[in-house]
């Protein structure tokens, strides 16, 4: 089992930067792929960034690439999502999630990762 929790959600005005981060606990971090996915109103929960397991490999969603920036720490059991320029459709919930995986893929689909986080609120204002 892996415990995941987020912090680091907010208001921001658009334009502006805002980092969510997600810490782990439980069995070996490094084990597992980590992914952001978000939800915004009304919307299906959908794909964001996600890292490999020694944090060599990375995907973005389309729509977020250059504006936003994954990272992990192993030695810390955490990830973080630097969300940089921010956009008003930017805002949702986002979920910290990881898939345990046995090479270094990077996991893009969300019913592929095993856990998942409660989410932290971005809030982006025009």
């Known amino acids: 089992q892996v415990q995941l929790v987020e912090s680091g959600g907010g208001l921001v005005q658009a334009g502006g930067s805002l980092r969510v981060s997600c810490t782990a606990s439980g069995r070996t971090f490094s084990s597992y792929c980590m992914g952001w996915f978000r939800r915004a109103p009304g919307k299906e929960r959908e794909f964001v960034a996600a890292?490999?397991?020694?944090?060599?490999?990375?995907h973005y969603r389309d729509i977020v690439k250059g504006r936003f920036t994954i990272s992990r720490d192993n030695a810390k059991n955490t990830v973080s999502l630097q969300m940089n320029s921010l956009k008003p459709e930017d805002t949702a919930v986002y979920y910290c999630?990881?898939?345990?995986?046995?090479?270094?893929?990077?996991?893009?689909?969300?019913?592929?990762?095993?856990?998942w986080g409660q989410g932290t609120q971005v809030t982006v204002s025009s």
């Open positions: 999630a990881a898939a345990e995986v046995e090479a270094t893929n990077v996991v893009i689909t969300l019913y592929e990762y095993d856990y």
């Open positions: 890292i490999s397991r020694n944090g060599g490999s990375t």
